[in-house]
């Protein structure tokens, strides 16, 4: 794997001279569509029609062959069957050709032979530097140069401006979908692009691509899986690190869904906690839905990211402030309370008012629309918020104070400009069309405005974080296949800085009455056996056992385990301390299909599976990285004071956390999993108390 690809894809998205080969003169056809596009958008470059059965189409003159056309060529469009495929992809190249836009399928989608049959057209492209966007793809729009190699129905129709939104899509059709919404909020994307089976441009060359692109500000992508995982997570650095946001929405949630996409498109679909977590941690935003994908793009472009999480929240309706403040909760929103002398104020000027946050001027605002522009000021004025989402029912619409509410809303807003407005109201689309022209954001649905004031924080939050540095896991240990009982896994990872206990491991009663003995306090007996994994279901731990019966506790427990387990090789009996009082974690490296090595980390015993409270974190990650997952938690607070004990030293925490996300970079090759569980953090530290190590292969030895 590699990060992504961005050279040589302007050959695609960006050329001076295109050929359509399968060129048709009818504009409804696949092979029509372009040229008529092309005639539509303007393109400035040459464009060379291909079809042996005609000397002119649509107005253009036709060429017989990729021979016959004059002059040199950027970029081949193909819409002809898989046979003719090949020999025009290698046609273009002998005139140039630096790029190839396919739409024909019946490759990998189809099966084995397809799969054949893309292989060689991606050999053959390679061998002759080209980029191929394909096969069984839509196509490419670039909106500045009118380059428009596609056949989707959503550049038909009336434009509206263009704005500086690239779309991606692996469905062609679905992307084009998402444009027409745009389209609907007065909105054309600069930039389009459907990658389909992804032979050679990928999702993550097309956002890296668009990272770089001066006329693309937002990035909107449409996922149904991810082929290289790596390079779509740089991809997604590379956008955050420009200041451009990725707003995406991934299908394949649930397992259905997972195995539609991979049989649509042949991608990895994954594991979705991990894929919600690891696009976050890079500074993408997943949206949940199209409604809300569109919304937050909209919201984006219109106004950009906000610059905290306080909200203010400005009402008719009580009942419809509740429903905001309720969302606003569940997104990451705080409602800071209005200063008790702004509430007063407010409250002398409208008795029948509440203004401590959500902020609601009642219907009286109908005798009275200053009331509302008052309430609003103070809010900018003195609350303390990033934003304010209103709700105003129809009253945008009202032929009797429609336009003197606009009014009053834009005085009030005079000198907070910087501040976010977005109303839940209904409205005719000419209404709405005004207050986005004033950067106000609009929706019918109260809890929709507050989940992209949401968004537009949280990606605020993203792109003021500085750039990733690279971590160093040079000098992380090496496995080498011995790391089978607990003793000698928390031997390995103690290489990496982690802490354990002081302990021992002995082989017989003697011995360990002499270690329980020698520590004098209540120790912990385990037994050391490379074939249980989980001792304490046959018998193999003992805690709280006193140094005088450490002998004779130890002997009957190997008893009890072997009589268990009689085939399972028992090398002896760990000796430790009780290790007192503590905080417990689950920390694990595991290896992810997609992603390779990922970190987890969830509050140990019961609450990991009760709760499914855990954070992930593709590998590996620095201490402040480390201390966010744990800092996320919704337990978090049961660390710091549990039945009024000392609290636990989380920074330790995370320093053995960011020291085993080391670790699984540095093993990525030979390591399945390694679980810590759990770890105890205490007071002053945080020691391993039980560590599994597992392999890709079981035999695996060095």
């Known amino acids: 794997m590699s990060g992504p690809r961005v050279e040589g894809i302007d050959a695609v998205l960006s050329p001076r001279s295109v050929a359509i080969v399968g060129a048709s003169a009818d504009p409804a056809r696949i092979g029509g569509r372009p040229i008529r596009y092309y005639k539509q958008a303007g393109f400035a470059g040459a464009l060379y029609p291909i079809n042996p059965n005609r000397a002119e189409i649509q107005g253009l003159k036709a060429y017989p062959s990729l021979a016959d056309i004059p002059d040199g060529l950027d970029c081949v469009v193909v819409a002809v069957p898989p046979e003719l495929a090949l020999p025009a992809l290698e046609q273009a190249a002998a005139k140039g050709a630096r790029g190839a836009v396919i739409f024909t399928a019946n490759y990998a989608e189809a099966g084995p032979e397809g799969v054949l049959r893309q292989q060689e057209l991606v050999a053959s492209a390679r061998a002759k530097g080209m980029r191929l966007l394909g096969p069984n793809c839509l196509g490419v729009y670039n909106a500045a140069s009118g380059h428009a190699a596609n056949f ?17 899509g ?114 993408g935003y997943r949206a949940r839905t199209t409604e809300e994908l569109i919304d937050v793009v909209e919201a984006l472009i219109r106004r950009g990211p ?36 702004t509430q007063a104020r407010l409250k002398a000027e409208n008795p029948l008012g509440s203004f401590s946050n959500p902020v609601d001027f009642t219907a009286q605002a109908m005798n009275d629309l200053s009331l509302v522009g008052r309430a609003l000021r103070a809010i900018l004025e003195d609350g303390d918020v990033d934003a304010v989402a209103g709700f105003f029912m129809t009253w945008i619409a009202s032929p009797v104070m429609g336009e003197r509410l606009q009014a009053v809303i834009a005085e009030a807003m005079q000198g907070y400009e910087d501040r976010t407005i977005a109303l839940a109201v209904s409205a005719p689309d000419e209404v709405l069309a005004a207050y986005r022209a004033k950067g106000i954001i609009v929706n019918a649905d109260p809890s929709r405005v507050v989940v992209t004031l949401g968004a537009l924080a949280w990606i605020g939050h993203a792109l003021k974080k500085p750039k990733r540095s690279a971590i160093d896991f040079s000098a992380a240990p090496r496995l080498t296949g011995e790391e089978r009982s607990d003793a000698t896994a928390k031997a390995f990872l103690a290489q990496a800085g982690l802490k354990a206990l002081p302990e021992e491991v002995v082989r017989t009663p003697e011995e360990v009455a002499d ?49 268990a387990r009689p085939r399972a ?42 709760h499914q409270d855990v954070a992930f974190r593709a590998a590996p990650i620095d201490e402040t990285e480390a201390l966010a997952m744990i800092d996320g938690l919704r337990g978090r607070p049961l660390l710091d004071r549990l039945f009024d004990r000392p609290f636990a030293d989380v920074e330790a925490a995370a320093k053995a956390l960011a020291a085993l996300s080391r670790v699984a970079a540095a093993n990525a090759e030979h390591m399945e999993a390694i679980e810590i569980h759990p770890l105890l953090v205490r007071a002053s530290d945080a020691v391993m108390l039980d560590v599994l190590i597992t392999y890709h292969d079981p035999q695996w030895h060095i």
């Open 515 to 563: 270690v329980a003995a020698r520590l004098g306090v209540p120790v912990a007996l385990k037994v050391v056996s490379p074939d249980i994994v989980r001792k304490s279901e046959v018998g193999g731990v003992l805690l709280h056992v006193a140094p005088e019966a450490a002998a004779a506790r130890a002997r009957a427990m190997v008893a009890a385990v072997a009589a």
């Open 569 to 610: 090789e028992i090398e002896g009996v760990l000796v430790a301390p009780m290790a007192g009082w503590g905080g417990e974690l689950v920390m694990t490296a595991q290896m992810d299909e997609l992603f390779g090595p990922v970190v987890t980390v969830g509050l140990g015993g019961p609450f990991v599976e009760l």
């Open 152 to 168: 989707g129905s959503f550049l038909e129709g009336e434009r509206a401006p263009d704005a500086p939104i690239g779309i991606i």
């Open 306 to 341: 906000v610059a905290g999480n306080r909200l203010g929240v400005l009402t008719i309706s009580g009942g419809a402030g509740v429903l905001m403040a309720d969302a606003a909760e569940a997104v990451g929103l705080e409602l800071p309370y209005m200063p008790e002398a």
């Open 170 to 283: 692996q469905s062609g059709a679905y992307a084009s979908y998402i444009h027409v919404l745009l389209r609907k909020r007065g909105l054309d994307a600069a930039r389009w692009l459907a990658t389909g089976n992804e032979a050679d441009i990928t999702v993550a060359d097309a956002i890296a691509h668009m990272a770089d692109d001066d006329g693309v500000k937002v990035i909107a992508a449409f996922l149904e899986g991810v082929r290289d995982g790596p390079a779509f997570l740089d991809a997604l650095e590379m956008a955050r690190a420009a200041g451009k946001p990725v707003v995406l929405l991934k299908v394949g949630r649930s397992e259905t869904g997972a195995d539609a996409a991979r049989s649509h498109t042949g991608a990895m679909a994954g594991d979705d906690q991990v894929f919600d977590a690891v696009v976050r941690q890079m500074g």
